[in-house]
């Protein structure tokens, strides 16, 4: 067993984001265009003396069995090394409750990180059945890049890697319950619904414009109708240069895609003078060498 291993959590945001349906199992079907972005957590894992410890730099997040790190520990350790203890360090950069999938990404890390900490050498698709069954966005964050995901976000299909180099992320002062706004959610009550055929083929062609003009996001009608403000970020986004904007996930983060640096830059400036949580991010690439 290795000593320590250090691992980077990237973001995720939705690009496009539709409801099919309820589910028999209490779930929602979706069809989702999910893409990595380079806003990282890092997450530290060493050997422990036994059981699992979690430490962070973040009060916002537990250190229990309630987060999703510490179930994907427990998971892989009772499955495959029953006898090893692990100590876990989330230096927490990625906004809590924010439709980023920032408790998915570092489960999805630890997963990483214990099958090579602990030489346990399972294979992708075992890791994968193991993040599906520990949350929906988990799998994907595991597998990374940009993927189209169906089912309850678990069923992925590989996408051309595309570089969107200007995105400003825009977090509220506020936290969304992703359970809360699927439960309200109401499809008869959505005015327009994504169009994935149109943006895939935009995303094949990588054409940005059109990226842009096609995102579009069915969970946007419970979140706005609860906090107006999101639909006022989106709208300013636009004014000051954004080709579109759209909120992430369940929220409340707001992501608008530029086409120049510098437009991005003042927009940059322009939220930062109301909202502490302002990013100018793109598309996150990872190496073998960071692995």
């Known amino acids: 067993m290795r000593k320590n291993i250090i691992l980077k959590a990237p973001a995720k945001v939705n690009l496009t984001l539709d409801v099919k349906g309820k589910r028999s199992d209490g779930y929602h079907e979706l069809e989702t265009v999910m893409h990595q972005v380079n806003l990282l957590d890092i997450i530290r894992i060493s ?3 036994g059981g699992i410890q979690i430490k962070s730099n973040s009060s916002l997040i537990p250190t229990n069995e309630e987060n999703l790190a510490y179930q994907a520990a ?3 350790l009772g499955e495959y090394a029953h006898k090893e203890g692990v100590e876990i360090y989330i230096e927490k950069n ?5 439709g980023l999938a920032g408790g998915s990404t570092d489960a999805a890390a630890v997963i990483q990180g214990i099958n090579q900490l602990c030489d346990l050498g399972l294979e992708e698709e075992e890791l994968l059945e193991m993040a599906a069954r520990i949350g929906s966005d988990v799998a994907f964050c595991l597998a990374g890049g940009s993927k189209l995901a169906r089912g309850r976000g678990e069923i992925l299909s590989n996408l051309p890697q595309r570089m969107i180099p200007y995105i400003i992320l825009v977090k509220p002062h506020f936290q969304l319950s992703t359970a809360e706004v699927y439960r309200e959610l109401d499809l008869t009550q959505v005015e327009e619904f994504p169009d994935n ?3 895939l083929a935009a995303w ?3 054409d940005i414009i059109n990226i842009a003009g096609n995102m579009r996001n069915v969970l946007e009608t419970v979140s706005i109708r609860k906090y107006p403000e999101i639909a006022a ?3 300013e986004l636009i004014r000051t240069g954004a080709l579109n904007a759209l909120m992430s996930g369940s929220g409340p983060s707001v992501m608008g895609i530029f086409m120049e640096e510098e437009q991005a830059l003042k927009a940059r400036e322009q939220f930062r003078t109301r909202y502490q949580e302002v990013f100018l991010l793109s598309s996150y690439v ?3 060498s960071e692995e």
Do not use: H, L
């Open 197 to 199: 055929v149109a943006f």
């Open 47 to 49: 050997q422990g003396t």
């Open 204 to 206: 094949e062609a990588y």
């Open 233 to 235: 970020i989106k709208a």
């Open 94 to 98: 990625i906004p809590v409750g924010a």
């Open 286 to 288: 990872s190496t073998k």
């Open 74 to 76: 427990e998971m892989i």
